[in-house]
């Protein structure tokens, strides 16, 4: 807030603007921040193993040994759980075209989850939508050594697209009873 500093950045005393922004009195702006208001998401999880589907159920409903909040991306998005559906068998997510707008944006996965019982496999580049690299899992660096929860985060990332929920000539996992497409991810490593 020094007079030489606010002369240095605008040229005089009397003006605030810069590039046709006003900024705040010694060079300070405001940080914008996008909040999402009334986010209902739908999340799908698949695992070969449904006891470990039942141990994220589990955790979910009585979470006794989390550290912090459930939240999406920052610590004060939190995540209030308000159903938590039944653990299925993965091939009751039928492989077929339903053509339609959903009404839902959904992350269509590169390497999806694999079918079993049908023949027909889902092609990623069928897809239209913008091409994302979405973080997935994480480690903290060094953790091991010091349990430190707080310390740098190393991320893995796959290859995404984001649709506008706009789906027709193409097949897909679906889900009967919500009516909704459903993309699930490959998470294991392909030797």
Not at 45 to 68: G, M, S, V
Not at 143 to 156: A, K, L, P, V
Request: proline content about 3%; hydrophobic content about 40%; glycine content about 6%.
């Amino acid at each position: 807030m020094v007079k030489e500093a606010h002369i240095g950045r605008f040229s005089t005393l009397d003006n605030r603007s810069l590039g046709g922004h006003v900024e705040h009195i010694g060079g300070q702006s405001p940080v914008l921040i996008d909040v999402l208001n009334d986010v209902h998401l739908v999340i799908y999880l698949a695992h070969k193993d449904n006891h470990f589907l039942q141990e994220i159920r589990t955790a979910l409903e009585n979470p006794i040994h989390r550290l912090e909040i459930l939240h999406l991306g920052r610590a004060e998005d939190w995540i209030v759980v308000e159903e938590l559906s039944l653990v299925n068998e993965l091939e009751k997510l039928c492989i077929k075209r339903v053509d339609g707008n959903f009404g839902h944006f959904f992350w269509i996965p590169e390497r999806m989850y694999p079918c079993q019982s049908n023949h027909t496999q889902v092609d990623f580049d069928q897809f239209e939508g913008l091409s994302y690299k979405l973080p997935t899992f994480w480690t903290i660096e060094e953790y091991e050594g010091t349990f430190n929860r707080h310390g740098s985060r190393i991320f893995d990332h796959i290859k995404v697209k984001l649709s506008d929920g706009l789906l027709t000539k193409k097949y897909f996992r679906f889900d009967e009873e919500l009516k909704l497409p459903v993309f699930l991810a490959d998470f294991e490593e392909k030797t």
